[in-house]
């Protein structure tokens, strides 16, 4: 079992950027894929990147340039560095950790992002 603590959020301009950090405990990072997931108001869940334990990633169109997932598995912890953050990006980010052998999936808090002027 894993736990996994989000953070970094806040409040951005357009433009700005954010990094997003996943902090895991309990259980070695290296047997889990990791996603960024978010929630904007009124909208289902949207997965947003993953990245897999050999660092292989993956991203959704309406971010890829802009957003870049990272793993430091030795400590446990997982990023996302967000770039030219556009209003759209606004929404609860969430972090979820899905066991490479199994079906065991995990889920973070969230942290809130919003970008406003």
């Known amino acids: 079992q894993v736990q996994l603590v989000e953070s970094g959020g806040g409040l951005v301009l357009p433009g700005g950027s954010l990094r997003l950090s996943c902090a895991a405990s309990?259980?070695?990072?290296?047997?889990?894929?990791v996603g960024w997931n978010r929630q904007a108001p009124g909208n289902g869940r949207e997965l947003v990147a993953t990245?897999?334990?050999?660092?292989?990633?993956t991203y959704v169109d309406s971010v890829k340039g802009r957003f870049t997932v990272s793993r430091d598995d030795a400590n446990g912890m997982v990023y996302l560095q967000m770039n030219n953050l556009k209003r759209e990006d606004t929404g609860v980010y969430y972090c979820?950790?899905?066991?490479?052998?199994?079906?065991?999936?995990?889920w973070g808090q969230g942290t809130q992002v919003t970008v406003s002027s």
């Open positions: 309990g259980s070695l990072l290296n047997l889990y894929i």
């Open positions: 979820n950790a899905h066991y490479i052998w199994g079906s065991s999936e995990y």
């Open positions: 990245i897999a334990p050999s660092g292989q990633s």
